[in-house]
């Protein structure tokens, strides 16, 4: 019998034996010519993975609200007005973040739970007052609705707004294309799609947010999260210099470059269709199985996670029978609806197997919960699309 | 032929085969039972390790620099005076954050790189003014002078200063008893006598350390150092509950919690008697070779690491002839003597068998570089107190 479960929620996800690897290797110094040059490659590929032929890549040892927190720490000054489009929890963590820095932040808020803010009230709003900023959450990890990221995009660039995309859910599993889509600045985390352990900010910043960033008329708020300390750094680790700031986390950045090594050999598209397929394969399970979902209308839904609702009758106490039926889940995290929605990540090195363990699971754990369906109609569904 | 060379910097050091491991285990969920109670014993270990019962831990995913970030941006409103006690570029840093979160810093300077500023000259600046706060660095990784905790501690606490200690070159290998001599607040990072890889910052609040931040009349400059994020989750997994802030860095924690479990079983008092006593021998061995030292005495010498000048005619070149020989060793630090001088790590896990292979290639290395001594000499001054 094996006992390990399988771990299917909104990252940490599941990890290469590769990366893990790499993990579990000897710790060199960060200044020895083999890790300047795992670093110099993990910075090259970071790039390549955000489809940023110009940007600047951070890789700095924190959780992805320490990416969110160099992104606005760096951008925003004393009275600077920004622009966030509120799709959830993480939406209104960077308006917290956004206003610790001085900035005067307008919310544009969907309308209900599970929706989007219209295009339209984004740009009536951009329209109103001189936005220095835009922050958009490509996919809300509370909520798993995915924004529109290109046309949001668009939109603040047309107004004059520098556009931050909070990847955290998204990168290297949702479509996002940096350059072509003009986003000014993009950030992840290591343990989400991008598919590395917890404890690395992931930050590439175009040219326009370095220009805003060198034209600063006051010191960056925040000392750990200042570019002023790491931009030589990773221009140095780049050029194959040693250099030292702050000790890098050598073994999280060994395992990062593997990661990256990985997903660019699949190759971009490669991985977002196959992201796009194991989440219809997923969905139409959910739906099979008359699960409806926290997004309201299948154009928000997200390609790296599920939220489905509770079935009526069943609660979360039916999360412990899945995971003792091998898969372990995430509960609801936004206030509002917490305890009626649970949360399925499938991103990253997911595979076609590790969907129907999971459907097989929650199938199992709902029957067991008294929930009344036709035993294998998930299963069947997300076997259509998988072998389609 | 065994390719693998030893790790003899201050930070990252040699980690145990335990540890690792744990580094390449398959990553659970931030929120799994046995990830929490990992996370809660680690919490319970590292208040025993820097001797503590008081104190609030806390382990946030970041560099030792952050830690110390941490301790200014929550200590530290606008307008608070803080006196530094200089002994070097890590106490130069702390002034640089203590000034971003808007102190005064007034730094109480040593008449040259090696010492350390007198107790009487800290004593005549805590008087002329009211200092909330004092930092001292207990070992300066730049300079491998040891600072005397204890004394100005008591000095500092005499006049009623917070007394912040960075013990990242120190905590775990230097003696350090955070509440019998009155530490306010401590801090360290993973990768150094700790013995984790790099990527975490440790904190340990003592009572008044958190009634200074719980009274504070503005909010914390940095959003992602902010106790009043971390303080709820620290104690809920303390208690053993789940509970989310940002995603910890799940691998670094259990490779922590091995670490801290392997100090313990150790003893802190035969930890720090083990570490006295392989840095006996390593300095011997250095001073039988004819090198001089930075550090201007043998009272300001750490004991965690040991900062040696080269001898006449040898400049940093040896460091390659000597990671040839098979050990990793750093070069200097300290702006004004970088070229200078080399450092060499010994805490944590390390062994004689480690320090004997260091003083064998350091010898290797000087004598293929031309300079004159007599060959075993330091390696029978080492061993003279090995084995004794």
């Known amino acids: 019998m094996k006992d390990r479960k399988l771990l299917m929620i909104p990252g940490p996800i599941e990890f290469t034996p590769e990366v893990l690897r790499a993990m579990g290797m000897p710790t060199t110094s960060h200044v020895a010519p ?76 969907a309308p209900v739970v599970g929706d989007a803010p ?54 290297a599993g949702e479509e996002m294309r940096q350059d072509e889509w003009g986003i000014d600045l993009a950030l992840t985390a290591s343990q989400k ?25 006051t010191p960056v708020g925040n000392y750990y999260a200042d570019w002023t300390n790491w931009l030589p750094i990773m221009e140095a680790y780049e050029a194959r210099r040693p250099s030292y700031f702050g000790t890098p986390a050598v073994n999280l950045i ?26 219809e394969a997923f969905k139409a399970a959910i739906r099979a199985l008359g699960l409806k ?23 979360s106490t039916v999360l412990k029978r899945i995971n003792e039926a ?9 206030p509002a609806i917490k305890d009626r929605y649970f949360r399925v990540g499938h991103m990253g090195a997911v595979s076609a197997s590790d969907i129907l ?13 008294g929930y009344k369906f036709e035993p294998g109609a998930g299963l069947a569904a997300a076997q259509a699309i998988l072998t389609g």
């Not at 979902?293 to 609660?315: F, H, I, K, M, N």
């Not at 363990?357 to 919960?369: D, F, N, P, W």
């Open 34 to 109: 083999n890790f300047i040059e795992v670093f110099g490659q993990a910075l090259e590929r970071l790039r390549q993975v955000f489809l940023s032929s110009s940007g600047q890549p951070f890789i700095v040892a924190g959780s992805g609200t320490l990416a969110m927190d160099i992104a606005a720490a760096n951008l925003v000054e004393p009275g600077d007005k920004a622009l966030v489009v509120d799709t959830g929890y993480f939406s209104e963590r960077f308006t917290a973040i956004l206003e610790r820095y001085g900035a005067t932040v307008t919310p544009v808020r």
């Open 118 to 171: 219209s295009l339209e009230d984004v740009e009536a709003e951009l329209k109103k007052d001189g936005y220095k900023l835009m922050t958009v959450t490509h996919v809300d990890t509370s909520t798993a609705v995915r924004a529109d990221v290109k046309a949001l995009t668009a939109l603040g660039r047309k107004y004059g707004a520098l556009v931050v995309v909070d990847g955290v859910c998204a990168v």
């Open 193 to 217: 799609a991008i598919g590395t352990p917890p404890g690395l900010a992931l930050v590439v910043a175009g040219p326009r947010a370095m220009e805003a960033f060198r034209k600063r008329k």
């Open 254 to 279: 060994w395992a990062l470059n593997v990661s990256l090594g990985q997903i660019l050999e699949e190759g971009m598209e490669a991985r977002f269709a196959r992201h796009r397929k194991l989440n």
């Open 293 to 315: 979902q926290v997004p309201v209308s299948s154009d928000r839904e997200a390609t790296t996670l599920t939220a489905p609702y509770y079935p009526d009758g069943v609660d």
């Open 326 to 334: 091998g898969v372990i889940l995430a509960g609801g995290l936004h």
């Open 357 to 369: 363990t999971t459907v097989g699971a929650i199938e199992k754990g709902l029957a067991q919960a």
